[in-house]
């Protein structure tokens, strides 16, 4: 009895001796945590429980943000925290990217804030982008801000981008624009299109505008295809197409094919095409113990 009264007693002081350690541990880990909270501007940071070293590093990093929000045009900037020099450079990048943005034609664009130079060049960059605009027949072309000169300019990209269009098939052509020798360009360039849709399998053919020589090999392509389906077991295949020869070949690799699957339990096994023999040796291998 006295024995486990004094087990008892021990088992306390020790209990009571580690809640010192553990409280530390404890401590230690919500001051790291505190930390990170102020560190990453959080509302749960207590700045009270920060030491000295620490209230310089997280200042410092509130500084660096707000100078970063201050730079993205976030509403959290306070400029009135920006140091002097901090103030200029981010005026300076204000600038400069409005400046970028009444060049682009953007919405964000405040005339009032570019000098004389910068709006003059403003406009000669609003005059190139319509330019190009009429050009590639895109955007909000104005042709009344064109010169003659420029207006040349643009009814002849515009006669090249409406060949290019009816040659590769893309965008949209008009055929009653084109010259009787981009006409004949087109149409060649068509069949070609067709031909090597014809040969490669795709959708867009047309066999009867083949020539015998394409006739031949689209035919001897949409053999291999169907070959190469067959050989793959694809739902495409059409045995109807294949050759005595081929025929026999499949044959003969789907029984080993489907024999392995049988003997070895993988892959689909179909017994009804197995040779008595085959048969037998299945029925004779020996079974796994199940245990």
């Given at each position: 009895?006295?024995?486990?009264?004094?087990?008892?007693?021990?088992?306390?002081?020790?209990?009571?001796?580690?809640?010192?350690?553990?409280?530390?541990?404890?401590?230690?880990?919500?001051?790291?945590?505190?930390?990170?909270?102020?560190?990453?501007?959080?509302?749960?940071?207590?700045?009270?429980?920060?030491?000295?070293?620490?209230?310089?590093?997280?200042?410092?990093?509130?500084?660096?943000?707000?100078?970063?929000?201050?730079?993205?045009?976030?509403?959290?900037?306070?400029?009135?925290?920006?140091?002097?020099?901090?103030?200029?450079?981010?005026?300076?990048?204000?600038?400069?990217?409005?400046?970028?943005?009444?060049?682009?034609?953007?919405?964000?664009?405040?005339?009032?804030?570019?000098?004389?130079?910068?709006?003059?060049?403003m406009i000669v960059a609003e005059?190139?982008?319509?330019?190009?605009?009429?050009?590639?027949?895109?955007?909000?072309?104005?042709?009344?801000?064109?010169?003659?000169?420029?207006?040349?300019?643009v009814n002849v990209a515009r006669?090249?981008?409406?060949?290019?269009?009816?040659?590769?098939?893309?965008?949209?052509?008009?055929?009653?624009?084109?010259?009787?020798?981009?006409?004949?360009?087109?149409?060649?360039?068509?069949?070609?299109?067709?031909?090597?849709?014809?040969?490669?399998?795709?959708?867009?053919?047309?066999?009867?505008?083949?020539?015998?020589?394409?006739?031949?090999?689209?035919?001897?392509?949409?053999?291999?295809?169907?070959?190469?389906?067959?050989?793959?077991?694809?739902?495409?295949?059409d045995y109807a197409k294949l050759?005595?020869?081929?025929?026999?070949?499949?044959?003969?690799?789907?029984?080993?094919?489907?024999?392995?699957?049988?003997?070895?339990?993988?892959?689909?096994?179909?017994?009804?095409?197995?040779?008595?023999?085959?048969?037998?040796?299945?029925?004779?291998?020996?079974?796994?113990?199940?245990?």
């Amino acid at each position: 009895m006295k024995v486990s009264l004094l087990k008892c007693l021990r088992v306390q002081v020790v209990c009571l001796s580690l809640l010192p350690i553990l409280g530390f541990a404890q401590s230690s880990s919500d001051l790291v945590q505190n930390l990170e909270a102020c560190k990453n501007g959080l509302a749960d940071c207590d700045r009270s429980r920060l030491t000295p070293a620490q209230s310089v590093e997280v200042a410092r990093g509130d500084q660096q943000r707000n100078l970063s929000n201050c730079r993205d045009g976030v509403d959290s900037c306070d400029p009135s925290k920006l140091s002097e020099r901090e103030a200029t450079a981010l005026a300076i990048a204000d600038h400069q990217r409005n400046v970028s943005d009444c060049n682009a034609g953007m919405r964000s664009c405040d005339l009032a804030k570019l000098t004389q130079s910068e709006s003059r060049e403003m406009i000669v960059a609003e005059h190139q982008r319509n330019l190009a605009d009429c050009k590639d027949g895109v955007g909000d072309c104005d042709r009344s801000k064109l010169t003659q000169a420029e207006i040349g300019q643009v009814n002849v990209a515009r006669r090249q981008l409406n060949v290019s269009d009816c040659k590769s098939g893309l965008g949209l052509c008009n055929y009653s624009q084109l010259t009787p020798s981009e006409t004949l360009a087109v149409s060649a360039s068509e069949h070609q299109r067709n031909a090597e849709n014809c040969e490669n399998g795709w959708g867009d053919c047309d066999h009867s505008k083949l020539n015998p020589g394409e006739a031949g090999r689209t035919a001897v392509a949409d053999h291999q295809r169907n070959l190469a389906a067959c050989s793959d077991g694809q739902e495409t295949c059409d045995y109807a197409k294949l050759t005595p020869s081929e025929a026999k070949t499949l044959a003969g690799a789907e029984h080993k094919r489907n024999y392995a699957a049988c003997i070895t339990g993988h892959g689909y096994c179909d017994p009804s095409h197995l040779t008595p023999s085959e048969a037998m040796a299945i029925q004779t291998e020996p079974k796994p113990v199940v245990r």
